[in-house]
């Protein structure tokens, strides 16, 4: 299986991805037909999904540190409850990563929930088709045409202010997710010189004679420069790390909150974290893995500096595309594996709480004898939080969202 995953890390290269996204948004900018609707909310909410990309380690995360077997499937990495570099206690079973006390504050103000042992339908070991399935909402990899925020956007009652705003990619390709038939807009760090007024303004009547598409999608992107310029982010050119560095995530987060957080802004959101695939040297209370998990920790805290006055409606939700090995490698890390945890985080969150039907760590309590057992889908984790946030209708969102899910209920009493 060894050889399989490096592989497949292997091939998990920009060039597929960035020409999937480039042709997505490309031509993504017609609004589909809609359908019915239940009535949405009176409160103003705000969607923030983050992809962590290369599939973390649930138990490194939130290590089950209660479990009795769960110090010897990890020699080497384990966290202790105790000592120096103790866990953060949440409940007296599971423990919190010492990389993450914004997190641990933000569960001590029942603003976070921890989801564990979660997992989408797909049970295959493949980096690109589990994103596929987790961004598509689709019920296998490889129908990719859209994805289920971009359907969520579409099926939100039309002129209705959260779907005419569309929904905001961050990153310079669009995330899968984001993609479809409702409008999209895109943002990313600046980091390349921004094109002059006169060049914009030369392009726009250049595409409105000979490509309306072309002219919508340069329009879409006006308004969002627009917008960040009012929010301040559109300074000089800035250098930093990239989306797999504390840095990054950091400033990733802060133009995603400044976006988002602004009155005039899109109300839904994606982006993604890279650098999650730990087969060497994944580290415990310090190392590699412990960086990336302090770099969320910082974006958490971003977003909810950034977005202040809007964070009492805010649910910011944090996935990956499957989980890692229950035991330790030989190269002290751990493989692709499938059951690992979700975040929800912001003042919209009904949180202090780990949601969990715990399957247990022993050897015949794993999945496939090696990986940590699902027990909660994460689609229905999903589910859970846009239909109360927005009042999308279960039948809207089996049918539409996540396709061909009818027989999976969305989580209840997720959302304050």
């Not at 103000?109 to 295959?124: F, L, N």
Request: charged content about 20%.
């Amino acid at each position: 299986m060894a050889d399989h995953d490096d592989d497949d890390c292997e091939r998990m290269t920009p060039s597929r991805r960035a020409i999937l996204g480039a042709a997505g948004a490309l031509f993504a900018w017609s609004f589909v037909p809609k359908f019915a609707y239940a009535a949405a909310g009176s409160r103003d909410p705000r969607f923030l999904l983050v992809i962590l990309r290369g599939a973390l380690d649930g138990l490194s995360a939130v290590p089950p540190i209660g479990d009795p077997a769960y110090a010897g499937l990890r020699e080497g990495i384990a966290l202790a409850k105790d000592g120096p570099e103790a866990a953060l206690p949440l409940d007296g079973f599971f423990y919190l990563h010492p990389a993450m006390p914004n997190l641990a504050r933000l569960y001590k103000q029942g603003q976070a929930t921890i989801v564990h042992a979660a997992a989408t339908g797909y049970r295959e070991r493949s980096h690109f088709d589990g994103q596929d399935v987790l961004e598509s909402g689709q019920p296998g990899a490889g129908r990719t045409e859209s994805g289920w925020l971009n359907r969520l956007i579409a099926n939100l009652p039309a002129g209705e202010d959260i779907s005419r705003k569309g929904v905001l990619g961050v990153g310079v390709v669009p995330p899968l997710v984001v993609r479809g038939g409702a409008p999209v807009l895109g943002w990313a760090p600046p980091r390349m010189a921004r094109a002059g007024s006169d060049l914009t303004m030369r392009l726009a009547d250049l595409y409105g004679q000979r490509d309306p598409g072309l002219a919508r999608a340069l329009a879409q992107a006006i308004e969002t420069e627009g917008l960040a310029q009012r929010r301040g982010m559109a300074g000089e050119q800035r250098g930093g790390g990239g989306p797999d560095t504390a840095d990054g995530m950091r400033r990733i987060a802060e133009g995603a909150a400044a976006l988002v957080g602004a009155d005039d802004g899109p109300r839904i959101a994606a982006l993604a974290f890279e650098g999650w695939d730990t087969h060497a040297n994944e580290g415990g209370a310090k190392g590699r893995l412990a960086n990336l998990l302090g770099g969320l920790d910082g974006a958490f805290a971003a977003f909810e500096q950034g977005m202040a006055s809007v964070w009492k409606n805010t649910v910011v939700m944090v996935a990956t595309e499957f989980g890692r090995t229950a035991a330790v490698n030989g190269t002290t890390g751990t493989d692709h594996g499938t059951g690992t945890v979700a975040f929800l985080v912001g003042g919209g969150v009904k949180g202090g709480r780990v949601v969990a039907d715990w399957p247990g760590l022993k050897s015949e309590q794993l999945y496939q004898n090696r990986d940590l057992k699902p027990t909660t889908d994460i689609r229905a984790v999903a589910k859970g939080v846009v239909s109360e946030l927005f009042g999308l209708s279960g039948p809207i969102l089996a049918e539409k969202v996540f396709p061909e899910t009818g027989d999976l209920k969305p989580v209840q009493g997720l959302v304050v």
